[in-house]
């Protein structure tokens, strides 16, 4: 069975909540990504506290005429994160994006720990062109 470990792209970074925006954007330019998981500093295991995406901070931060260097990654952070185990399965995968209609899902391991990330690309190396279409219906519906 092929789990989320195989298919996950290795070694994902997080920014801090207390972290500005604009460092975040910086970083995303950095590492070519589109989307950074948020963890909470104080917390001494790094857990997740959400997820911030390049689009989320031209539309909730710049668009709405505020400063990305005052804005902090927390602030923007909006829901319940979502994410799922390395041991989970590619179907299981798939629900969890089609469900909640995320184009990204962080992977975590036994520890709760970050260790990689799940993106559509990476999906579409793994999927039928039938389940890829299916995939994109209800992610995009």
Not at 24 to 50: K, S, W, Y
Not at 51 to 77: F, K, N, Y
Request: hydrophobic share 40%; glycine share 6%.
């Amino acid at each position: 069975m092929t789990t989320a470990a195989d298919i996950m792209h290795p070694g994902a970074q997080w920014i801090p909540a207390d972290e500005t925006l604009d460092r975040a954007a910086q970083l995303m330019r950095e590492l070519d990504i589109g989307a950074l998981p948020v963890a909470d500093p104080q917390d001494p295991n790094e857990r997740m506290c959400g997820i911030i995406t390049d689009r989320d901070i031209v539309v909730g931060c710049i668009a709405s005429g505020h400063d990305p260097a005052q804005v902090t990654a927390g602030e923007l952070c909006k829901g319940t994160p979502r994410w799922i185990s390395t041991e989970a399965s590619v179907d299981d995968v798939l629900q969890e994006m089609e469900s909640n209609q995320i184009r990204r899902l962080p992977v975590i391991d036994g520890n709760k720990r970050l260790v990689g990330m799940i993106s559509e690309a990476d999906l579409a190396h793994h999927l039928t062109d039938d389940q890829l279409a299916q995939f994109v219906e209800r992610v995009y519906a």
